[in-house]
């Protein structure tokens, strides 16, 4: 990916209820795309991937996210949150010839009870 | 299963010091390595990579080496450090070209 804008730097929501953070690419070519997460003073960790196939993926910890070709999208989807999801989420892609990952500024999910 | 680790996990160092982070892999050869740093809620910048020993691409020009003497071992260095170096230091590994697996970072505190 060229580049990769997660459109909101911060989600409050409400532990249950259904969350969605959003992330734009740009990229003239095929490209693979992730989301992380990431706990307090902690490693990035995978949450899911797209490589190919089927444009909806499904994560650890009841995640998923749906790559959208023609909007250039790939937001993630939780149903319904719980307090210990709250962390940053970074969407991130890369081309799939190449060896370099962009990420997104990050989105802080802060889940309220 | 492949780990990742690095060391230390917290340091913090006078303006004008030297530095070496050191991150290492297990269960995999030939891996891609890249140091990213993360300044204080911001995103990752991609500092180094390499795809194989002995082979440093620089993406951000700074007062930072890196350096990668075994196929595992991947090193950050800096002969004087400065105020700005402070960060969030994080490793990665990747197989190829998708997902890459991040080590638990390091703290750096510049004073």
């Known amino acids: 990916a060229q580049s990769v804008t997660q459109l909101d730097s911060q989600v409050p929501v409400f532990e249950e209820a259904p969350v969605e953070l959003r992330c734009n690419y740009s990229s003239s070519v095929s490209v693979y795309l992730f989301w992380y997460v990431q706990y307090p003073n902690q490693g990035l960790q995978l949450l899911l991937k797209?490589?190919?196939?089927?444009?909806l993926v499904k994560g650890i910890n009841g995640f998923e996210a749906e790559f959208n070709k023609s909007q250039t999208s790939f937001h993630l989807r939780k149903p319904s949150v719980h307090i210990s999801d709250t962390a940053e989420y970074f969407c991130a892609g890369s081309h799939t010839g190449g060896f370099k990952t962009i990420f997104g500024a990050g989105t802080r999910l802060f889940v309220k009870a | 299963s492949q780990t990742i680790h690095q060391w230390p996990a917290t340091l913090v160092q006078p303006v004008g010091s030297p530095l070496s982070l050191e991150c290492t892999v297990e269960?995999?050869?030939?891996?891609?390595l890249y140091w990213y740093r993360q300044a204080a809620g911001r995103g990752l910048q991609l500092l180094f990579y390499s795809v194989g020993i002995g082979q440093i691409s620089s993406e951000v020009p700074q007062n930072l080496s890196a350096s990668r003497p075994q196929d595992r071992q991947f090193i950050l260095s800096s002969k004087k450090l400065l105020l700005s170096d402070s960060g969030f230091y994080l490793c990665?590994?990747?197989?190829?070209?998708?997902?890459?697996?991040f080590g638990p970072g390091t703290r750096l505190t510049v004073l």
């Open positions: 797209y490589l190919s196939g089927s444009t």
């Open positions: 269960g995999t050869s030939n891996p891609n």
């Open positions: 990665a590994w990747s197989a190829g070209r998708g997902e890459q697996f």
